[in-house]
């Protein structure tokens, strides 16, 4: 006797039930939790790199105006005989045109539609004769401070390095207070055993803060350097 196929039931495709598609959306979700983590993180240290990148170039372009200053001689429109702790300043008064070279090699100019960083500071060996800063060390960059924007954080490169974290706080930080010549030179870093005061150039300050005192530096209003590197990252 043959036996006769039903047609009809043996093309019926079989569908998922209730308790298999519970089992794939919670695989999924596992497997989501495991992978958002992992792509957020690459992504933030995406952006880092990104950033970093744009602040070395800022540095690069600092210390190619500091190579044409050296290679024209001290004194040409460079405040050379400043004392620690006084400030020159890049954006504004006779030095101006300085600062503006530094924002011409980044392809930028003055003022926020401009491109202009909201806060950008280098360092440099001190001109002070105490400080005994050869040549050489009184035009190269050993310190930098940059803001891209009032919304974006502070990153600070010390001893060939970038950190977000404000470099100078405590007795165990990058940059401390050091006697030489018989001077307190209060910003002074240590580079491969050599202490090096700092004298600083102001280039960029869109912070409407005073850069001669606290306020632009180490205050707690959310414009300051400080603030800045505690709001994105903590002390």
């Not at 392809?107 to 440099?124: I, L, Q, S, T």
């Not at 009184?138 to 803001?147: E, F, I, L, M, P």
């Not at 960029?204 to 005073?210: A, D, K, V, Y």
């Not at 300051?224 to 903590?234: D, N, Q």
């Amino acid at each position: 006797m043959t036996r006769r196929i039903n047609k009809s039931s043996r093309n019926v495709k079989r569908a998922f039930t209730l308790v298999e598609l519970i089992v794939v959306l919670v695989i999924l979700a596992v497997l989501a939790a495991m992978l958002v983590p992992a792509l957020t993180g690459y992504i933030k240290r995406a952006r880092k790199a990104q950033y970093i990148q744009k602040a070395d170039e800022a540095r690069i372009a600092a210390q190619a105006v500091m190579q044409q200053l050296y290679g024209l001689g001290d004194g040409l429109g460079m405040s050379s005989s400043t004392t620690d702790g006084n400030n020159s300043y890049w954006y504004k008064g006779a030095d101006k045109v300085w600062g503006d070279r530094v924002l011409e090699l980044l392809g930028c100019g003055r003022g926020a539609d401009n491109g202009e960083p909201y806060a950008f500071v280098v360092g440099v060996g001190t001109h002070k004769s105490e400080g005994g800063m050869s040549l050489t060390q009184q035009y190269t960059v050993y310190y930098v401070a940059y803001v891209e924007n009032e919304k974006a954080p502070a990153l600070f490169y010390v001893n060939g390095t970038w950190m977000y974290e404000y470099p100078r706080w405590d007795g165990s930080s990058a940059i401390t207070t050091k006697k030489i010549g018989g001077i307190d030179f209060r910003n002074t870093i240590v580079l491969d055993g050599a202490q090096i005061p700092l004298q600083f150039y102001i280039i960029c300050n869109r912070t409407g803060l005073n850069d001669t005192n606290a306020d632009f530096w180490t205050s707690n209003n959310g414009r300051s350097l400080y603030s800045h590197s505690e709001v994105f990252y903590g002390k």
